[in-house]
């Protein structure tokens, strides 16, 4: 059974940083696909970063050059680093997981929701101006 569990959310100002961790069990995250996800207030879930087995990534056009994401593949753990954090990244932030792909290793780094099939809980992230 997979299990996704997030951590590190926070309340920061705006132009603050925040570093999330994502740990998976039951899933190889060096052979798998995954992403980050965010859901403000009123608003459908959308993709934040992603990142396939070989470490290729794809960021939203709103994150680009502020977050990253990286895995490590030896502690099967997958981390945003969010930095120059504005009040519209205000959210709830979900770690995701691809469950299946054609092939030995997962190659997407799409930031579709239906993509991915597994899901944390959430951590929530505030940013106040």
């Known amino acids: 059974q997979v299990q996704l569990v997030e951590s590190g959310g926070g309340s920061v100002q705006a132009g603050g940083s925040l570093r999330l961790s994502c740990v998976a069990s039951g899933y190889m995250s060096k052979r798998g696909c995954m992403g980050w996800f965010r859901q403000a207030q009123g608003k459908e879930r959308e993709g934040v970063a992603a990142?396939?087995?070989?470490?290729?990534?794809n960021y939203a056009e709103s994150v680009k050059g502020r977050f990253t994401i990286t895995k490590d593949n030896a502690k099967n753990s997958l981390y945003l680093q969010a930095n120059s954090l504005k009040p519209e990244d205000t959210a709830m932030y979900y770690c995701?997981?691809?469950?299946?792909?054609?092939?030995?290793?997962?190659?997407?780094?799409?930031?579709?929701?239906?993509?991915?099939?597994?899901w944390g809980q959430g951590t929530q992230v505030t940013v106040s101006s």
């Open positions: 995701a997981a691809v469950a299946r792909w054609f092939g030995y290793n997962c190659t997407t780094t799409d930031l579709r929701v239906a993509d991915y099939h597994y």
């Open positions: 990142i396939n087995s070989g470490g290729r990534t």
